[in-house]
């Protein structure tokens, strides 16, 4: 597993892309699309229809290097800092960037669940680090940044614990976790308490996979063309959904919401042989009382990190518009911004006002 074998790769949340730095965000701001260009010093703001609509981003990574500290004398790592730095870290350039691609609003997360394999005290102090450090961020930015919180998942009860402080006492909007824990699936029952806790906070679970190593051989995906990242992450993030249906996860806590990165992996690209399948498979053992394409328009949100415009208009059909929610992957570099949505033919106005923010400044109360 990389959580134990690489957390150098892993802390850095390398996984998701190739890294930017602050400058090369602003050279990569694409013009028109009804948004204003931004000029040095400036902010682009985003209009749709005539009207200036607010942009909120629901994929973005940091890191907190103190938490290095914390996990350099466990079995984890020797140096779990190393890769700690650049535009992972907070600063001025993070600011500047969301300036320079018209987002008003981002969301914050850790990419990374290498804490998944710690013990239960040093994994309570490293989410405590992290989800305190979001919140001073957030603080000291009030109006351009909200934080999806860290939990110990392998602990379900103290994953609980630790969404309900970081919600009611650091203004969590939400929590932020991986497609399974040290490759258990998380839509077994025992995970329970915390989906519990979600649900009943109101609170949406960001779903944010680390290629797919629960589901295919060490190295299966090794070589040529970052497959771990292109091939792995959507696979494990369909996976993680599939099961949630299919367990009956999703029946179990009607309310809950899970926001699946990268379009909800390959989901919604192939949701007809999901939806036949409890029907057309004699031993399928299906748990779930709906079929998969209501929980899809339902119970799952998926973010635009589709990156065509074939993949979005498909992505809005199988899903529906109000399930499809802005992201960037920042720091990281998936050419991934607003003019895909400004520009789609397919969508009309008030639409693309959902997808840009309007769906999430209702869901994380923005």
Not at 85 to 103: F, K, S, T
Not at 211 to 219: F, I, P, R, S
């Amino acid at each position: 597993m990389r959580n134990r074998r690489d957390f150098l790769k892993t802390v850095a949340g390398a996984t998701a892309g190739t890294l930017l730095t602050g400058r090369a965000f602003a050279g990569s701001a694409l013009q028109g699309g009804g948004a204003a260009p931004a000029g040095p010093g400036k902010r682009r703001e985003v209009f749709v229809g005539g009207k200036r609509i607010k942009v909120v981003d629901v994929h973005a990574h940091c890191v907190i290097p103190e938490v290095a500290d914390l996990a350099k004398d466990s079995h984890l790592t020797a140096n779990p800092g190393l890769r700690a730095a650049g535009p992972n870290v907070m600063g001025p350039d993070r600011v500047h960037a969301i300036d320079q691609l018209g987002i008003d609003v981002q969301v914050l997360s850790i990419n990374g669940y290498w804490f998944y394999a710690a013990d239960r005290d040093l994994a309570a102090k490293i989410v405590r680090l992290q989800d305190e450090k979001l919140a001073e961020w957030c603080a000291a930015h009030p109006d351009r940044y909200v934080a999806l919180c860290s939990v110990a998942l392998q602990y379900p009860d103290l994953a609980a614990e630790q969404l309900e402080y970081a919600v009611k006492k650091l203004g969590a909007r939400g929590a932020a976790i991986g497609g399974h824990v040290e490759g258990e699936d998380i839509s077994l029952p025992k995970y329970d308490p915390f989906w519990a806790k979600a649900q009943e906070l109101g609170v949406v679970v960001f779903m944010h996979p680390q290629g797919a190593e629960n589901v295919l051989q060490k190295d299966a995906l090794k070589g040529r063309g970052d497959l771990g990242n292109i091939i792995g992450n959507p696979l494990e993030t369909t996976i993680f959904l599939t099961r949630m249906m299919f367990n009956g996860t999703f029946d179990r806590f009607p309310g809950l919401k899970i926001c699946a990165a990268h379009g909800g992996g390959y989901l919604p690209s192939y949701l007809g042989r999901t939806e036949v399948a409890c029907d057309v498979r004699p031993d399928a053992n299906c748990a779930n009382k709906k079929q998969p394409s209501d929980y899809l328009k339902n119970q799952i949100l998926v973010d635009t990190i589709i990156l065509s415009e074939e993949g979005l208009r498909h992505l809005t059909a199988e899903a529906g518009v109000g399930q499809v929610v802005f992201g960037t992957d920042m720091p990281f570099n998936w050419h991934s911004n607003v003019d895909l949505v400004l520009n789609a033919p397919f969508l009309s106005d008030a639409e693309k006002e959902a997808i840009l923010g309007g769906t999430l400044v209702k869901l994380l109360r923005i």
